[in-house]
């Protein structure tokens, strides 16, 4: 077959009006004409349709001042003004035997009708016609008494054809009814006579009264709907078929039907967008509509008068769909390409196979997955943990990872940055990294587009690289619409959908929770915007942080210095088991000792740096709780986890599982394990003292006084506070340190 189809010029020139375009453009269709081979003959017949503008002998003048160039105006220009125009290239609809590389594509979208078995439906001529009734049901269907109706009775003749003139637009719809009421069956004297050879025309949408032009329509509510290259019978088979909104259907007195047509548009805008729509939809199915009946201010033909001894009548009212939306819903709904319902008795016996499991006991691949947490909560380093784990098919915290290839869609981190996290994670996990190409990295930070718009060109990169999960991280950088709304989210959550169904992988992303205290909140009541996030996802992981008190951060310290110490022991000493009981590998305090005991003065100087850093390490180290709600498997306890950058770790020993999540708990209980020991307090106060006294001594004596001032409190707590210290004398009310 040959793919390179070539357009018939002439024949496209029939879907563009001239009066539409303007004068660079009409130039270049003239150029381009020249350009294949055409003749000026061609491109002056063309241009007689732009009857206003048109000046005889003018494109043969212009057509000897077209000059080849470098770039020539070739026939695409034409058919790219048509396109634009509303004419789409027909698609071969007979058959064929397909070759080895043909593609095999979806049917064509809002076709109705099969062009090849279209049956004429017959319309007879009224026996018993009353002009007058005709025209006044025309107005009434269409005009509200008060509007203004714009009609044409006189005509002019150029090159042997009858051209309609301005006409008449001063009176309104119930004053032309009322005075045909009384005309005793003589329309002429309302409206005019016409010639009868010529007939009469009327304007469908209703004016303001000034004039005729497309700004004196004041309300777009039809459109003209008309062929004259198909038999009437079939274009009346086809107006009927596909159901058109039409308000009154007219027969034109010669070969074509004059269907108007319910558009309903707000403004000019959504007319212009309507009508090409509509006349797309004409055109798959069969019915040639002449373009240059698009504008809402055309003429149309008028019923109730005389053609050349036939008829201009009414053939039909109010037939089709009640309304523009009606319509427009089922010729979308009509040839969708949802699946048909389907017996469940039919697959009792015989269920399909459940998706395999991605993450073990949470998702299945092709399902979606949101793992939601406030902000910096490292939930990009979760999910680079997770890229991990799918690609060598090991653990993701306390879940088993089938292994395979995944795309990660990196929207807030600089390409250096995020190469780095990945390498930094490995590390980290202490994994091998022995299946990098399994991990495919998609940096769009700063290149970002809605997800609307992603999905399709993430489809397109990801066919046929057979991967199994697909992150998105993170999500708010391609939200379309507002998160608070439920349809919208509904919409950006369907994107998700459509990545998920075309590549059968897994779709990962996640989202920031809402502001304010989420302790006492559900799982799926935490993250930001509309319920549709939460709700969504087959699998909802939700981190929260957990309130670390110093008792904790005091216990994770202490063993991680004996940690630190038994590595050195380990290393540097032989049989240093003999020296340690099981109580001493619990102690900081004992490790320490043993360490001094046990390794040279170089060596524990060199482990002190290290139990130093690790001491930093540990305060900084952050706590928290993973939840979930699944749809495919049953809810799991939730897991406790330390980050201690840049991976997160479970809990194995269980020392996060009484602690409180962050804004959990009644309020009360949340200050007691904030307040300090007094031990502490104890410790504060003496420090103070010192500080004080240190300040004080600057001026020479100190005393009671000063150090009043000097810490903001009364002389009785000063003299209290240096009793509890204990290192210091009171003489009168001088202050001094005691003699050791």
Not at 646 to 662: F, M, Q, R, T
Not at 686 to 698: H, I, L, Q, T
Request: aromatic share 8%; with cysteine.
């Amino acid at each position: 077959m040959n793919t390179n189809k070539q357009y018939d010029l002439q024949e496209i020139l029939h879907h563009i009006d001239p009066s539409l375009l303007n004068y660079q453009e009409w130039t270049s269709v003239g150029m381009a004409l020249k350009e294949a081979g055409h003749t000026a003959a061609d491109w002056d017949a063309w241009s007689k349709r732009d009857i206003k503008r048109y000046h005889a002998g003018e494109c043969f003048r212009k057509w000897d001042s077209f000059h080849g160039t470098t770039k020539p105006v070739t026939g695409g220009t034409i058919v790219q003004l048509a396109k634009d125009q509303g004419w789409r290239p027909e698609r071969n609809t007979e058959s064929y035997e397909l070759e080895w590389n043909a593609i095999i594509g979806n049917k064509d979208e809002l076709v109705v009708i099969n062009k090849n078995w279209i049956e004429g439906r017959e319309i007879n001529e009224p026996y018993s016609w009353n002009p007058v009734e005709e025209l006044i049901k025309y107005l009434s269907i269409l005009f509200e008494a008060s509007e203004n109706v714009g009609y044409v009775t006189e005509s002019w003749e150029k090159d042997g054809k009858y051209l309609p003139t301005k006409g008449c637009w001063d009176r309104t719809a119930g004053e032309l009814i009322q005075q045909l009421n009384q005309c005793n069956g003589d329309i002429g004297s309302v409206i005019g006579d016409c010639k009868p050879e010529v007939g009469a025309w009327i304007r469908f949408n209703p004016l303001d009264g000034s004039g005729v032009k497309n700004e004196n329509v004041t309300e777009f509510r039809y459109a003209l709907v008309e062929s004259d290259d198909m038999e009437i019978d079939k274009q009346n088979a086809i107006i009927r078929e596909l159901e058109l909104p039409v308000a009154c259907l007219v027969h034109s007195g010669k070969k074509s039907l004059h269907a108007i047509v319910k558009i309903e548009a707000a403004n000019y805008d959504e007319y212009r967008k309507r009508v090409d729509y509509l006349y797309s939809v004409l055109k798959k199915n069969g019915l040639n509509v002449d373009t240059q009946n698009r504008n809402p201010s055309r003429l149309s033909r008028m019923p109730g008068v005389m053609r050349n001894g036939q008829k201009q009548f009414l053939v039909d009212t109010n037939i089709g769909k009640e309304s523009w939306k009606d319509w427009q819903e089922w010729i979308e709904g009509i040839n969708d390409d949802l699946p048909e319902p389907e017996s469940l008795e039919s697959v009792w016996d015989d269920l399909p196979k459940l998706s395999d499991e991605l993450i073990e006991g949470l998702l299945r691949q092709g399902h979606k997955m949101l793992i939601a947490g406030p902000s910096k909560a490292a939930k990009s380093f979760s999910l680079i943990e997770l890229c991990c784990a799918i690609a060598e098919g090991k653990k993701w915290l306390n879940w088993a990872c089938a292994q395979g290839k995944i795309m990660y869609v990196n929207l807030e981190l600089d390409r250096p940055s995020c190469l780095h996290r990945f390498k930094d994670v490995y590390q980290a996990l202490g994994w091998e990294p022995k299946n990098l190409g399994n991990i495919d990295i998609w940096n769009l930070r700063g290149k970002s587009v809605p997800m609307d718009k992603l999905a399709p060109k993430l489809i397109r990169r990801a066919t046929k690289k057979n991967y199994i999960a697909i992150i998105i991280d993170p999500i708010y950088k391609v939200i379309t619409g507002d998160e608070n709304s439920a349809d919208q989210m509904a919409n950006f959550c369907n994107q998700f959908d459509r990545v998920c169904t075309e590549l059968g992988a897994a779709v990962i992303y996640c989202h920031h929770h809402s502001k304010g205290s989420q302790g006492n909140k559900r799982s799926m009541d935490r993250a930001s915007g509309s319920g549709v996030f939460a709700r969504d996802p087959d699998a909802l992981m939700d981190l929260i942080e957990l309130e670390l008190n110093e008792d904790i951060l005091k216990q994770e310290e202490n063993k991680a210095v004996c940690k630190v110490c038994e590595s050195w022991l380990r290393k540097h000493v032989q049989h240093w088991e003999n020296e340690v009981s099981q109580d001493d590998l619990c102690s900081e305090k004992a490790m320490l000792e043993v360490c001094k005991k046990l390794l040279n003065a170089e060596l524990y100087k060199a482990m002190e740096k290290e139990v130093s850093c690790t001491r930093r390490s540990v305060k900084q180290r952050t706590a928290w709780r993973i939840d979930g709600t699944l749809r495919e498997f049953p809810k799991f306890n939730p897991v406790n986890l330390w980050f201690d950058y840049p991976i997160h770790y479970v809990d194995e020993v269980g020392s996060l599982k009484d602690v409180d999540a962050d804004g959990s708990g009644p309020a009360w209980k949340r200050a007691i394990g904030k307040r300090k020991s007094r031990e502490s307090k104890s410790n504060d106060r003496k420090r103070a003292v010192e500080v004080a006294y240190e300040a004080c001594s600057f001026g020479g004596q100190v005393t009671i006084q000063a150090m009043a001032e000097y810490m903001g409190v009364t002389e009785k707590t000063v003299r209290n506070r240096i009793k509890e210290h204990g290192s210091f004398v009171i003489d009168e009310s001088n202050v001094g340190k005691k003699k050791t």
